[in-house]
Nanobody, 121 residues
Framework: QLQASGGGLVQAGGSLRVSCAAS????????VGWFRRAPGKDREFVAA????????SYQEAVKGRLTISRDNAKNTVYLHMNSLKPEDTAVYYCAAGRTRGNLRFYEYEHWGQGTQVTVSS
């Protein structure tokens, strides 16, 4: 199971870190992605990280502002968000799968509940 947390309300330009914690002993063998759904929009890919942490992928609009990382000893993946913009407002979801290198377009099988991130202008 995946549990996302850490969302909240932040002013534009601020920072926030959301976490995705997993139960079970095999989390370290899964690639993990972060997705988001803004009001009235489809869910979109944000960032993903390989099981080892050695490979990452980002949506163009978040490059340089959002950073994905993981700590397999803690069964947790993080999304560090800096220079937040109002358009980053969304429910953020984490998902896990064995993508075989297709971090961005893979159909992730395991999903957590979302955490709301709201950026005020």
């Amino acid at each position: 199971q995946l549990q996302a947390s850490g969302g909240g309300l932040v002013q534009a330009g601020g920072s926030l870190r959301v976490s995705c914690a997993a139960s079970g002993s095999t989390f370290g063998t899964y690639d993990v992605g972060w997705f988001r759904r803004a009001p009235g929009k489809d869910r979109e890919f944000v960032a993903a990280i390989s099981w080892s942490g050695g490979y990452t992928s980002y949506q163009e609009a978040v490059k340089g502002r959002l950073t994905i990382s993981r700590d397999n000893a803690k069964n947790t993946v993080y999304l560090h968000m800096n220079s937040l913009k109002p358009e980053d407002t969304a429910v953020y979801y984490c998902a896990a799968g064995r993508t075989r290198g297709n971090l961005r377009f893979y159909e992730y099988e395991h999903w957590g509940q979302g955490t709301q991130v709201t950026v005020s202008s």
